[in-house]
């Protein structure tokens, strides 16, 4: 499977470790190291169907493979920066297996590919091919050139046709089902355009999938195996994928169309942004029951003056009277959310607003980040950066705070009974880890033929990153 190590911490649904059928030979073997989102991480599992239909196997290690993907993120400078050391140390390995008489074809696929385009070869000529995220069906003729002895392949285009009509539905059925939990992609690129932000240059125009392919995933992937799914966007409250009746369809709606595939329990989405939770969103989180209570929506920062150099489109105050909204709908949601502090122009009175809305709205989880000049965004022409230490001095103030209401929160689940799925094997033998409906990682000693299932925990410490549990049946009989 992918190699994940470098992906967000945390994801919702990370997939346990499993094999796949091997249905007939494999000669040759790819190594597909994934960086930055979960969409990246629902990429590099269609691109390994792809490769696995042209006798590819995955490898955990790029000693042993034939071919190399990278399959990277340009959201921050150290994200970027990352691959280019990958590639360093993949030169000496392309090197190594060439005394050996192997041939290595290196790869770069992602974000960092779509930004930098030719760049990349030219500065790390080690790299094969730089294909951007919309040209991934089309690996089989890459790799065709590449067997041909092509080099310096750069495909970053955004095509017309829609590369998930084009890469192959069958397959998932067997390939996609790699634990209990799944992503979906639903929705793709972001018109947004926050000024900070790399994403619509890296991911092109917004683009829904119609309703009937999703749901037709869904039940592909329900059907082997899985019992939770996350849609994906980059945006996807913005989701208006066509509908039954020819319409657009939002997200609300579908979600309460998946919510009918029986064998599907869960069902999460993200990331969001605070303008497009419309009414029908929100109500759905009251009135679905398979929508978990859990919700990302960043705000990035507390200071209106802040929220409109970045684009928003939102002040903080309107934030706040959203969150309320979508209280009175699910009162036990918890809340998640995306700050950068340090955005050019911030002043002390700036950041203490948003310690003041992190104060006011009480997150259960949250990612914080010091902003990074990213080339090409309007932000980073600013003049006025904020210095490194301040940022730093400011990255751990809140850092604090957050890290103080996660703990609140964890804690305030200690005594309860939740439903948690478990997916995957905990570090301890005979111990199982799983999620709770809030997204939470739940440690428990249970059998493993409880791995899979959906089972209530009664919660017996709540910790700074996870919960400790135990069988709420087990306590029960003694
Ligand atoms: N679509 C999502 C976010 C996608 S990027 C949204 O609208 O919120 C994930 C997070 O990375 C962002 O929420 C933001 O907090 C952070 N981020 C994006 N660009 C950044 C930059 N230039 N510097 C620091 N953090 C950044
Ligand atoms: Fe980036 Fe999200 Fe803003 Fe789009 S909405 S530009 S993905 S931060
Ligand atoms: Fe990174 Fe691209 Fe995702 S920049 S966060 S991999 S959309």
Not at 421 to 444: A, M, N, T
Not at 464 to 477: D, F, I, K
Request: glycine content about 8%.
């Amino acid at each position: 499977m992918p190699d994940r190590s470098d992906t967000v911490p945390a994801l919702p649904g990370e997939a346990a470790p499993s094999s796949r059928p091997q249905d007939r030979p494999k000669d040759r073997k790819v190594f597909i190291k994934t960086y930055g989102c979960q969409m990246n991480v629902y990429d590099s599992e269609r691109m390994s169907d792809v490769l696995g239909d042209m006798a590819f196997s995955e490898t955990e290690t790029p000693e042993d493979a034939d071919l190399v993907i990278l399959n990277t993120c340009h959201i921050r400078e150290k994200a970027a920066e990352k691959v280019y050391s990958e590639l360093g140390r993949l030169r000496l390995l392309k090197e190594e297996r060439a005394k050996a008489g192997k041939e290595t074809v290196i790869g770069v696929a992602g974000c960092v590919a779509q930004a930098e385009g030719e760049e990349m070869i030219r500065r790390a000529p080690v790299v094969d091919m730089v294909f951007g995220p919309q040209a991934y069906h089309r690996l089989p003729q890459f790799l065709e050139k590449a067997a041909r002895g092509e080099r310096g392949l750069v495909e970053t285009d955004f095509p017309v046709e829609d590369k998930f009509d084009e890469l192959p539905a069958a397959k998932a059925q067997k390939t996609l089902a790699r634990g209990k939990t799944a992503f979906l992609t639903v929705q793709e690129g972001c018109d947004k355009f926050c000024t900070f932000c790399v994403v619509p240059y890296t991911r092109g125009a917004e683009y829904s999938r119609p309703v009937s392919r999703i749901e037709a995933e869904a039940r592909r992937l329900v059907d082997a195996g899985v019992r939770e799914v996350t849609l994906l966007g980059q945006n996807v409250n913005a989701f208006h994928g066509e509908g039954a009746d020819g319409k657009p369809w939002s997200l609300g709606r579908l979600v309460t169309v998946l919510a009918d595939i029986e064998g599907l329990e869960r069902i999460r989405y993200t990331t969001s942004h605070p303008r497009d939770m419309d009414d029908e969103l929100i109500q759905a989180h009251g009135a679905v029951e398979k929508l978990m209570p859990y919700l990302h929506l960043p705000v990035q920062s507390g200071s209106d003056k802040i929220l409109e150099a970045m684009n928003r489109q939102h002040t903080a105050e309107s934030y706040l009277r959203l969150i309320e909204r979508i209280r009175k709908s699910r009162p036990d949601i918890a809340l998640s959310s995306d700050f950068i502090v340090g955005f050019p122009g911030e002043t002390e009175e700036d950041f203490e607003a948003t310690l003041a809305l992190v104060r006011e709205v009480g997150y259960a989880q949250a990612y914080s980040f010091k902003y990074s000049p990213r080339p090409g965004t309007p932000a980073s022409n600013e003049e006025v950066q904020v210095p490194e230490e301040v940022k730093t001095e400011r990255l751990a103030r809140l850092q604090a705070l957050l890290n103080e209401q996660q703990n609140v929160f964890n804690a305030s689940c200690e005594g309860r009974t939740l439903p948690v799925l478990f997916d995957r094997k905990g570090r301890k033998p005979g111990q199982l880890v799983g999620r709770s409906p809030y997204l939470q990682s739940v440690h428990v000693e249970a059998p493993e033929e409880f791995f899979g299932q959906l089972v209530p925990v009664k919660i017996l410490r709540g910790g700074a990153n996870s919960l400790e549990g135990a069988l709420a049946a087990s306590l029960a009989a003694e």
